[in-house]
């Protein structure tokens, strides 16, 4: 009899505990996810720039002003969606919109940018997705604030809006400036 309600009672707490998992992240904001690279230097890297493929860019390059790098893809229903988005950031003048081509054949990615219009102050290439893992990029769209000296302040996964640039994106930058 024991070995016959044994599987149901496992079965019974997993669901309970599966619940209060459920209850417990119900509204919480999904996008917000953590990064260990927060208030660290970003990581270093050596990629080109999407139409100057012998010219390299390395973090270092970067340096000097705060930037948004936007992790985007020719590729990306999302980045579509948020391309709007960036480019009234970029129009703004607030900040300089670094362009991180995801996973991305070149030619596509000069393609849709043609189509869309081009927002970035530069666009550099990750073919491979290499250095992305230094990143800790979980896909496309992702966005980092990278603050004048280097450091990642922070960062959103999912494609920006109107709303998440006026009520985060925007009091990080005006805390840097």
């Known amino acids: 009899m024991m070995n016959r309600l044994l599987p149901l009672l496992a079965f019974a707490a997993l669901a309970l505990l599966l619940g209060v998992g459920v209850m ?67 129009e703004s003048g607030r900040l300089r919109v670094i362009g991180y081509d995801y996973k991305d054949e070149s030619d596509d990615a000069r393609r849709w940018l043609q189509q869309f219009g081009n927002p970035y102050a530069l666009v550099i290439a990750d073919v491979e997705g290499r250095a992305a893992l230094d990143w800790g990029i979980y896909g496309a769209p992702e966005s980092f ?7 990642i302040r922070w960062k959103f996964v999912g494609p920006l809006t109107p709303e998440v640039v006026q009520a985060q994106l925007l009091p990080v930058l005006e805390s840097l400036e």
């Open 24 to 90: 417990m992240n119900s509204g919480k904001d999904t996008s917000a996810i953590p990064s260990p690279l927060i208030g660290k230097m970003a990581p270093d890297f050596a990629l080109p720039v999407l139409d100057e493929p012998e010219r390299i860019i390395t973090r270092d390059d970067l340096l000097g002003e705060p930037y948004l790098l936007n992790v985007w893809g020719s590729w990306c229903p999302a980045c579509r969606d948020e391309h709007p988005v960036i480019t009234d950031l970029a």
């Open 145 to 151: 604030l990278v603050d004048a000296e280097g450091f």
